[in-house]
């Protein structure tokens, strides 16, 4: 910052360097990453234990969600959150219709202390199978 100085002189021959610049947080400040489609399938294919989250309204959900996704539409998120997501280490998979409803939630989640949280945007942009039917919450 402007105006800071060292706290003592630097030895004879050497320079002391003041940076204001911080190395980047391992998991981004919002809470939660942003990450492609693609690579949300990718996760899902592999095994890896991850809870699918779809945010939209239950009629949108049943219109067409992905397999094995659960429905906690994104104005009940702060509220069902604990009891239905109970592991705040868990990988959480976000989706909504666009991907508006997805950060907002993906936001809320990280502000709620979830730790492992990754949106993906919208099933608009979803280029894989949907299902009819699922498990609503």
């Known amino acids: 910052a402007a105006g800071t100085r060292a706290e003592r002189p630097a030895p004879r021959g050497e320079s ?28 899902m294919d592999s095994g890896t234990p991850c809870t699918i989250l779809d945010v939209r309204s239950q009629i949108e959900y049943r219109s067409g969600h992905i397999k094995n996704a659960v429905n906690i539409p994104v104005g009940h998120v ?24 997805a950060a907002m939630a993906s936001r809320i989640l990280g502000d709620m202390g979830y730790t492992d949280v990754e949106f993906f945007g919208g099933i608009n942009d979803w280029p ?7 498990l609503f919450r």
């Open 16 to 43: 002391v360097v003041v940076s204001c610049h911080h190395p980047p947080p391992e998991r981004p400040i919002m809470g939660y990453r942003t990450i492609s489609p693609q690579q949300a399938k990718k996760i």
């Open 78 to 101: 702060d509220s069902k959150a604990a009891s239905q997501l109970p592991d705040k280490s868990a990988k959480i998979l976000v989706y909504c219709q666009r991907g508006a409803r």
């Open 128 to 134: 894989y199978e949907v299902e009819k039917s699922g």
